[in-house]
């Protein structure tokens, strides 16, 4: 929101570096007293309190943050809004669920008043859980896409998403066809992409329900126009690897059906990535190409255990980003993602510690988003999408925070103790959209707030 001034005090702490590759102590930048200053939606200074707060001019507002935490806003780098109406739908594997929950309500969205009133909810959701940028799916109706980049306009996020493309292997009404889906999308892109904060992604949900014109086209799009993204499912469950080896046996894996089609490149977004051999790392890490760890979702259907640390493997890392999947994943709260993320590398051997799990919901997936130059981090530059958590949000939090002994523990508390409790508030260019403790309504768009 332009003309936005205001400034933030108390405990900050965000990622200055990547904590796969350096000690992660290192790679932590807090300040325990931060003055963070705001002026038209960008962080234009921060510091020690007691070294800004002296030149603070007078007419810009103070707001005490002094018993939470401030840290960046969750990036959510893969999710479907429109299951937000089947999360925790019981009982199905990957392709039966499609079949069984997900299809039927996609197709729901063909009524225009209930994309709206969605996108509505979903977007509420996002910031009441710290949420500040996600990847978005949508369907295949235009209309979803134009209702979700509306509502977040009006909350001035920075969104990406995009229409689904599907032209097989789907029910009747929601399919469309190599050349509407091209002529959809590319009227949806000139409209929304680069408008205020909207970026567009061109989205084939996956393999299976594109042919390979569909996906060539899905190529061809991301040629029109500087700076699209590009997201759809990899490697997410056994049955469905087996699919696209019987659907394209000319292809050497699933991801080379993508690269083949030119949808691998640095923007590109593969959510899942559970079953992928060497060979993807590989091509992933040269095309830098990003991955997204959706842990909620990969135990809710069984898909299986995500390799992040194989993933990572600085000889030649890959962009990991965070992802809840909802509504294969069980919450739209990042804090709830890394509760899983932890478990999920235990069973694979390893420890993920605080401050990578803070790098994977904030730096991490805005570098696997290509969009670290301006988000990830509390920094002078970057744009002001801030949440103040809450260590005491819960009896049990409040207890348990009294006895942490470093910045290192609080968090690690906050992600396996918190859920969108523990967000207290959520800035976005600097307004307070969400306000957990305000009365009466807790959502307000910029201008009103």
């Given amino acids: 929101m332009t003309g936005t001034r205001l400034a933030l005090r108390g405990p900050a702490l965000s990622l200055k570096a990547d904590p796969f590759a350096a000690p992660s102590r290192d790679c932590l930048d807090h300040i325990e007293d931060a003055l963070i200053v705001i002026e038209d939606g960008v962080i234009a200074a921060i510091g020690p309190y007691a070294e800004l707060a002296p030149g603070l001019s007078p007419d810009i507002s103070l707001i005490d943050h002094r018993t939470g935490l401030i840290v960046p806003g969750f990036i959510d780098a893969h999710v479907h809004y429109p299951q937000l109406q089947m999360i925790g739908a019981f009982g199905e594997q990957l392709l039966e669920w499609l079949d069984t929950y997900t299809f039927p309500a996609e197709m729901s969205f063909a009524d225009a008043a209930h994309a709206e009133r969605v996108a509505g909810l979903f977007l509420r959701e996002l910031l009441r859980a710290g949420t500040t940028t996600a990847m978005v799916y949508c369907t295949v ?9 509306a509502e977040s306009e009006r909350f001035n996020t920075r969104m990406i998403a995009g229409k689904v493309l599907m032209d097989r292997n789907a029910p009747a009404p ?32 996956f393999a299976p329900t ?38 394209f046996p000319e292809r050497a894996s699933y991801l080379d059906v993508y690269a083949h089609a030119g949808l691998v490149g640095p923007r590109s977004m593969f959510g899942h990535a559970v079953h992928l051999h060497e060979g993807d790392f590989c091509t992933c890490h040269q095309a830098g190409a990003g991955l997204a760890h959706c842990p909620t979702s990969n135990l809710f259907l069984g898909s299986g255990l995500f390799r992040l640390f194989e993933a990572v493997d600085p000889r030649r890392p890959v962009k990991v980003g965070l992802g809840t999947d909802v509504g294969g994943g ?62 005491k949000a819960t009896p049990l939090l409040a207890f348990r925070s009294d006895y942490c002994r470093s910045i290192e523990e609080l968090v690690f508390v906050l992600m396996t103790l918190g859920d969108d409790r523990a967000i207290r508030t959520t800035y976005v260019a600097g307004a307070p959209v969400y306000d957990r403790d305000r009365t009466g309504e807790r959502f307000r768009y910029p201008t009103h707030a």
């Fill in 210 to 247: 594109s042919t390979d014109a569909q996906l060539d086209a899905a190529g061809a799009l991301l040629r029109e126009a500087n700076g699209l993204f590009l997201q759809t499912h990899l490697c997410e469950n056994p049955g469905e690897v087996e699919w696209v080896r019987e659907l």
């Fill in 141 to 149: 109706h235009p209309h979803s896409v134009d209702a979700f980049f």
């Fill in 330 to 391: 069980t919450s739209l709260s990042q804090l709830q993602s890394l509760n899983e993320a932890y478990k999920v590398a235990a069973l694979t051997g390893h420890k993920l510690d605080a401050a990578q799990g803070l790098y994977l919901a904030t730096l991490g997936g805005a570098r696997a988003l290509c969009l670290d130059d301006r988000l990830g981090r509390l920094a002078p530059g970057y744009e002001a999408d801030i949440v103040v958590l809450d260590p």
């Fill in 174 to 205: 929601l399919l469309d066809t190599a050349q509407r889906g091209f002529d959809e999308s590319a009227a949806l892109i000139a409209r929304w992409h680069r408008r205020g904060r909207q970026l567009y992604c061109v989205t084939p949900r």
